[in-house]
């Protein structure tokens, strides 16, 4: 069993930057995949970044690559994601996620979700 707990979200202007922590309880965190989500009132959850416990090949949305870094340390069972060049479009509340399939980007396949964290970017 996993338990997931989300910081790091707040209110940042456009352009500026955010990092989000997530940070995990139990015995299975180094092996499984850990992706981040967002969903807005009124809309699904949207896929965002999602890393293997080994770190390699992380997925990406399109609209966040080369803005969005997902990384993991295991040995302090956090997953981070590092959110630059904001825009009004990426406030959401933002979740953390885990799954036991490599490499998923579907939410229905993620076992373990964590509360939430309100990002807002303002104009």
């Known amino acids: 069993q996993v338990q997931l707990v989300e910081s790091g979200g707040g209110l940042v202007q456009a352009g500026g930057s955010l990092r989000l922590s997530c940070a995990a309880s139990?015995?299975?965190?180094?092996?499984?995949?850990m992706g981040w989500f967002r969903q807005v009132p009124g809309k699904e959850r949207e896929f965002v970044a999602a890393?293997?416990?080994?770190?390699?090949?992380?997925y990406y949305v399109e609209s966040v690559k080369g803005r969005f870094t997902i990384s993991r340390d295991n040995a302090e069972n956090t997953v981070y994601l590092q959110m630059n060049s904001l825009k009004p479009e990426d406030t959401a509340v933002y979740y953390c996620?885990?799954?036991?399939?490599?490499?998923?980007?579907?939410?229905?396949?993620?076992?373990?979700w964590g509360q939430g964290t309100q990002v807002t970017v303002s104009s």
């Open positions: 890393i293997n416990w080994s770190s390699s090949s992380p």
């Open positions: 139990g015995r299975t965190f180094s092996r499984i995949t």
């Open positions: 996620a885990g799954t036991l399939r490599y490499g998923s980007t579907k939410s229905g396949e993620y076992n373990y």
